[in-house]
């Protein structure tokens, strides 16, 4: 069984999907998936989604996606609060992980945002990789205040772990592969 996974940090849409899409490929002797610690967020908010669809908006589209994205926050907001507990999305994201580390799949979370989901990460063997990219900032309140404090814990991890997606997305998954290679990322997943 797979012991370890993966986890993408940044701004929204600094590359995070992309360099988890082009790992994948690039490292094609082992099996990633892509989860998110907000899917299951996204799940109780599908009835939503589906009816901004029902009137012909395009729900993948960056613009839907800016839009909606204080529904979100709040709904992460308010389920913290009924369920007091910050971790209630990680707990729920946990179960899948494990689910796909028992098929030798390593889960590869591409949308760490705050503090504690790098702490789950690094509790469950994995690896964390900073996506920076030039001109994108936090797009709101919630986010800034998030990575304030990932900046403040996390920043000796952040000079040896971030990426600069500034060229092509294939330079991106060859920075992020060599990156987890020097770590010892694979050599940790062959010895399992």
Not at 184 to 190: A, H, L, Q
Request: glycine fraction near 6%.
């Amino acid at each position: 069984m797979v012991k370890t996974m993966l986890g993408f940090c940044g701004y929204a849409r600094v590359g995070k999907d992309s360099a988890a899409k082009e790992l994948a490929r690039q490292a094609y002797d082992h099996s990633f998936v892509q989860l998110g610690f907000a899917d299951e967020l996204k799940n109780d908010l599908q009835a939503c989604i589906d009816w901004c669809k029902g009137y012909g908006i395009d729900i993948n589209s960056p613009e839907f996606k800016e839009r909606f994205r204080p529904m979100w926050v709040e709904w992460s907001k308010v389920a913290k609060a009924v369920a007091q507990d910050k971790l209630v999305w990680v707990k729920r994201a946990d179960s899948l992980a494990k689910k796909l580390q028992a098929q030798n799949i390593i889960p590869t979370f591409c949308d760490v945002r705050y503090d504690y989901e790098i702490d789950y990460i690094y509790e469950n063997g994995g690896e964390v990789i900073f996506i920076k990219r030039p001109g994108f900032e936090p797009r709101n309140q919630e986010e800034s205040d998030s990575f304030k404090i990932i900046d403040e814990r996390f920043a000796g991890l952040q000079k040896t772990n971030t990426i600069l997606n500034d060229t092509s997305i294939k330079n991106l998954g060859e920075n992020v592969f060599n990156l987890l290679v020097n770590r010892g990322f694979f050599d940790r997943i062959d010895t399992l």
